[in-house]
C-alpha cells in the first residue's frame, strides 16, 4: 500500500494511494497493480468511455463511472470489483456480442476456465466459420473472464460488406463493436486521419473520407489500426484467407530488419510459420507503431522463390554456387581492381534497408580493408 504522503488520495478497494492531478482512476489502479478491464482504451490517446467495461463504483456517485475517463478524486472511494460493477460488465459484454457476429464459440460452449474453453472449442469441427481473431480477441477474452456465455438480445443483422479489396487488410464491419480504437490509433497515434465515425445510430460505421476502400483513401497500411482493433473487425489478409484452426500460436520478440530505427516487433509464429506481425508496445523506439513493411513484408521469408544461396553469372545465365565460391570470386575480382587500378577505383553503395551495424561494418570495410572514402548510402540517391 502507498503510503499517504499529501492530499491526493484516492481509496481502491480498500487501499489508499496517492495521485496526481489529472490522473484517471484507471491509470492510478494500472500504477498499483489493480487489473481494471479495458476494451476500447487505448494507451496514450484521448479516452472516449465508449465501452462502458472498464466501469467501476465510486462511493457517492449517482451511476457506474468509466474509470478510463474519471479522473481521481481526494478521499475518493473506488470499488472495481463490487457486485454492482461485476453485473454492469456482463451487461454490456452481452450488447457487444450482440452487436455484431462474433462467432468464437464462447456462446456455444458452457465453459468454466479459459482452458476447458480451448479444449472444448478444439473439438469443435465448425472451425471454417470460426472468427480469424479467434483466441486474440479482447472480446472473447472477456466473455471467458466474465463467464458471459449466452447473450439475451438478438444478434444485430451485418449492415455493410466485407472489404476485401486491398493486399494487407481485411475490414468485417460484422464484427466491429465501435469502440473506436482504430480511429484513435490512425488519428492520435500514427496521425494519418484516414479514418473516422460515419453515419448514426444502428448503421454506424469506421469510414474513410466519402467511405471509400482503404485502397482509395489516405491509408499508408501501416496498420497501427489493425493492432487496435480488440476484435475481428479488421484482420491481416493473410488471417482472413488462412484455415481457421485453434492451435496455439507463439509470440518471438526481433528487432525488424528492414531499416536502422530498430523497431521492436514480435513475431506470431504458428506451425513454425510466421502468421503475422506486431509491435511491441511500451518499448522504445516504436512504442508498437510499425511500417506497411515492417507489419506486412514478411512473405518473403517462406516464399518458394526465396533466394537461398549466392548465384553466378555464367555466359548471360546464373548458376548455384556455395557461399565460399561466390566470395572467393568477389574477393579475387575486387583484389585484382585494387592492384591494378587502385582503390579509388573501387565505390560502394550501402543501404538504408540494413541495419545501423550493417552500415556502420559497410564503411569500416570499405575505408580499412579496401582503402577508399568512396562510400555512399542509398538515401541520398
Ligand atoms: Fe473505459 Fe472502454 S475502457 S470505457
Given at each position: 500500500?502507498?503510503?499517504?504522503?499529501?492530499?491526493?488520495?484516492v481509496?481502491?478497494?480498500?487501499?489508499?494511494f496517492?495521485f496526481t492531478?489529472g490522473e484517471t482512476i484507471l491509470q492510478v489502479a494500472q500504477r498499483n497493480?489493480i487489473?481494471i478491464?479495458t476494451?476500447?482504451y487505448?494507451k496514450?490517446?484521448?479516452h472516449?468511455?465508449?465501452?462502458?467495461?472498464c466501469?467501476?463504483?465510486?462511493?457517492?456517485?449517482?451511476?457506474?463511472?468509466?474509470s478510463c475517463a474519471a479522473p481521481a478524486?481526494?478521499?475518493?472511494?473506488?470499488?472495481?470489483?463490487?457486485?454492482?460493477?461485476?453485473?454492469?460488465?456482463?451487461?454490456?459484454?452481452?450488447?457487444?456480442?450482440?452487436?455484431?457476429?462474433?462467432?468464437?464459440?464462447?456462446?456455444?460452449?458452457?465453459?468454466?476456465?479459459?482452458?476447458?474453453?480451448?479444449?472444448?472449442?478444439?473439438?469443435?469441427?465448425?472451425?471454417?466459420?470460426?472468427?480469424?481473431?479467434?483466441?486474440?480477441?479482447?472480446?472473447?477474452?472477456?466473455?471467458?473472464?466474465?463467464?458471459?456465455?449466452?447473450?439475451?438480445?438478438?444478434?444485430?443483422?451485418?449492415?455493410?460488406?466485407?472489404?476485401?479489396?486491398?493486399?494487407?487488410?481485411?475490414?468485417?464491419?460484422?464484427?466491429?463493436?465501435?469502440?473506436?480504437?482504430?480511429?484513435?490509433?490512425?488519428?492520435?497515434?500514427?496521425?494519418?486521419?484516414?479514418?473516422?465515425?460515419?453515419?448514426?445510430?444502428?448503421?454506424?460505421?469506421?469510414?474513410?473520407?466519402?467511405?471509400?476502400?482503404?485502397?482509395?483513401?489516405?491509408?499508408?497500411?501501416?496498420?497501427?489500426?489493425?493492432?487496435?482493433?480488440?476484435?475481428?473487425?479488421?484482420?491481416?489478409?493473410?488471417?482472413?484467407?488462412?484455415?481457421?484452426?485453434?492451435?496455439?500460436?507463439?509470440?518471438?520478440?526481433?528487432?525488424?530488419?528492414?531499416?536502422?530505427?530498430?523497431?521492436?516487433?514480435?513475431?506470431?509464429?504458428?506451425?513454425?510459420?510466421?502468421?503475422?506481425?506486431?509491435?511491441?508496445?511500451?518499448?522504445?523506439?516504436?512504442?508498437?507503431?510499425?511500417?506497411?513493411?515492417?507489419?506486412?513484408?514478411?512473405?518473403?521469408?517462406?516464399?518458394?522463390?526465396?533466394?537461398?544461396?549466392?548465384?553466378?553469372?555464367?555466359?548471360?545465365?546464373?548458376?548455384?554456387?556455395?557461399?565460399?565460391?561466390?566470395?572467393?570470386?568477389?574477393?579475387?575480382?575486387?583484389?585484382?581492381?585494387?592492384?591494378?587500378?587502385?582503390?579509388?577505383?573501387?565505390?560502394?553503395?550501402?543501404?538504408?534497408?540494413?541495419?545501423?551495424?550493417?552500415?556502420?561494418?559497410?564503411?569500416?570495410?570499405?575505408?580499412?580493408?579496401?582503402?577508399?572514402?568512396?562510400?555512399?548510402?542509398?538515401?541520398?540517391?
Amino acid at each position: 500500500m502507498e503510503k499517504a504522503a499529501s492530499d491526493n488520495i484516492v481509496v481502491i478497494d480498500g487501499h489508499e494511494f496517492t495521485f496526481t492531478p489529472g490522473e484517471t482512476i484507471l491509470q492510478v489502479a494500472q500504477r498499483n497493480g489493480i487489473d481494471i478491464p479495458t476494451l476500447c482504451y487505448l494507451k496514450g490517446a484521448p479516452h472516449t468511455g465508449a465501452c462502458r467495461i472498464c466501469v467501476v463504483e465510486v462511493e457517492g456517485a449517482r451511476a457506474l463511472v468509466a474509470s478510463c475517463a474519471a479522473p481521481a478524486g481526494n478521499k475518493m472511494v473506488v470499488r472495481t470489483e463490487s457486485p454492482a460493477v461485476l453485473k454492469a460488465r456482463r451487461l454490456n459484454i452481452e450488447l457487444l456480442l450482440a452487436s455484431g457476429h462474433h462467432n468464437c464459440l464462447v456462446q456455444e460452449l458452457n465453459m468454466d476456465s479459459w482452458t476447458d474453453f480451448q479444449l472444448k472449442s478444439m473439438e469443435a469441427e465448425e472451425h471454417q466459420d470460426l472468427c480469424p481473431a479467434y483466441g486474440d480477441c479482447r472480446l472473447q477474452d472477456l466473455a471467458v473472464r466474465y463467464q458471459v456465455k449466452t447473450t439475451r438480445f438478438e444478434p444485430s443483422e451485418p449492415r455493410h460488406p466485407i472489404e476485401n479489396v486491398n493486399p494487407f487488410i481485411v475490414r468485417d464491419f460484422s464484427r466491429c463493436v465501435m469502440c473506436g480504437r482504430c480511429v484513435q490509433a490512425c488519428n492520435d497515434v500514427q496521425v494519418n486521419r484516414a479514418i473516422s465515425y460515419g453515419y448514426r445510430g444502428i448503421a454506424s460505421k469506421i469510414v474513410t473520407a466519402g467511405d471509400r476502400p482503404y485502397i482509395q483513401s489516405d491509408c499508408v497500411f501501416c496498420g497501427e489500426c489493425l493492432q487496435a482493433c480488440p476484435v475481428g473487425a479488421l484482420v491481416s489478409k493473410e488471417d482472413f484467407q488462412r484455415e481457421r484452426t485453434t492451435g496455439e500460436v507463439k509470440k518471438v520478440r526481433t528487432t525488424c530488419a528492414y531499416c536502422g530505427v530498430g523497431c521492436q516487433l514480435y513475431l506470431h509464429v504458428k506451425d513454425n510459420k510466421i502468421r503475422k506481425i506486431t509491435g511491441v508496445e511500451d518499448v522504445g523506439p516504436n512504442y508498437g507503431s510499425l511500417c506497411v513493411k515492417g507489419r506486412f513484408g514478411y512473405d518473403f521469408i517462406h516464399h518458394p522463390d526465396r533466394l537461398k544461396k549466392p548465384l553466378i553469372r555464367e555466359n548471360g545465365d546464373f548458376r548455384e554456387a556455395s557461399w565460399d565460391e561466390a566470395l572467393n570470386l568477389i574477393t579475387d575480382k575486387l583484389s585484382r581492381i585494387k592492384d591494378q587500378q587502385g582503390p579509388d577505383a573501387i565505390g560502394v553503395l550501402s543501404s538504408a534497408r540494413i541495419t545501423n551495424e550493417e552500415n556502420y561494418l559497410a564503411q569500416k570495410w570499405t575505408r580499412a580493408v579496401i582503402g577508399t572514402n568512396s562510400i555512399d548510402h542509398c538515401a541520398r540517391l
